[in-house]
């Protein structure tokens, strides 16, 4: 998988991905929805002012704009925001983590600086 490119069948499966996790955090129809291909280390690094890193592993980075809802498994914490980035496995294009984050912790990140950004159609929403 080279940065930048993603064929139309992964897209139709980051489209489906995406939509599910979106629907299950609450947000049946989120008000935008990004993808670019990349490595874990990368997307770490972007997400966090370059402090943080990782693996070289091809992933998905998938962002979502809407209204978020997550439990945290085992306990009563409530995580909730109008972010969220999704770490979409490459092979299984299953969700490997995730972020969701309130309007004030939102990182700034140029998507367009890690690779080829795509628009992604998400439920009824459509962002193209």
């Given at each position: 998988m080279n940065?930048?490119?993603i064929s139309t069948q992964a897209?139709?499966?980051?489209?489906t991905?995406?939509?599910k996790w979106s629907e299950v955090?609450?947000?049946?129809?989120?008000?935008?929805?990004?993808?670019?291909s990349t490595t874990r280390d990368i997307a770490?690094?972007?997400?966090h002012d370059g402090t943080?890193?990782?693996d070289d592993e091809p992933i998905y980075l998938v962002i979502l704009k809407g209204n978020f809802t997550f439990k945290v498994p085992g306990t009563k914490t409530v995580r909730a925001g109008t972010?969220?980035?999704l770490f979409v496995d490459a092979n299984s294009f299953r969700v490997q983590t995730m972020t969701i984050r309130p309007p004030e912790?939102?990182?700034d990140v140029s998507l367009d600086s890690i690779g080829t950004v795509h628009i992604l159609r998400t439920g009824t929403t459509d962002t193209s």
């Open positions: 940065a930048g490119e897209l139709d499966r980051l489209k991905t995406a939509a955090q609450g947000d049946e129809a989120p008000s935008e929805v990004l993808a670019v770490m690094r972007a997400l943080v890193g990782s972010w969220a980035a912790a939102i990182p």
